[in-house]
């Protein structure tokens, strides 16, 4: 069983960035795709950032496309996601997770493992 750990969250304030890393236990993900989501409080689950097994590929949500930025380094099972420009409407959990195959994934159910999730609150 693979297990994903997630730190970096916070508290900070509209237009202040934060760096979120996610590392994995074991190295069983360095192959495969990873990604990032988020639960907004009364909101449902939803997709931020995927990046493919060698970070050649990385996809966005529209929400934080051109503010968050998403890497890792190639065959490691470590990924970070990079937050500028914070909005208050970006507080939510964030839950890092790896994807069952080597691309960038969108979709929830592309995911095998998930991490705690680590919070972050944006103030305006």
């Known amino acids: 069983q693979e297990r994903l750990v997630e730190s970096g969250g916070g508290t900070v304030q509209a237009g202040d960035s934060l760096r979120l890393s996610c590392t994995a236990s074991r190295r069983t993900t360095s192959n495969n795709g990873m990604g990032w989501f988020r639960r907004a409080p009364g909101k449902e689950r939803e997709f931020v950032a995927a990046?493919?097994?060698?970070?050649?590929?990385?996809r966005y949500s529209d929400s934080v496309s051109g503010r968050f930025t998403i890497s890792r380094e190639k065959g490691k099972s470590s990924v970070y996601l990079q937050m500028n420009s914070l909005k208050p409407e970006d507080t939510a959990v964030y839950y890092c997770?790896?994807?069952?195959?080597?691309?960038?994934?969108?979709?929830?159910?592309?995911?095998?493992?998930w991490g705690q999730g680590t919070q972050v609150t944006v103030s305006a």
């Open positions: 997770a790896a994807a069952l195959r080597a691309m960038a994934t969108t979709g929830a159910d592309g995911y095998r493992y």
């Open positions: 990046i493919n097994w060698d970070g050649a590929t990385k």
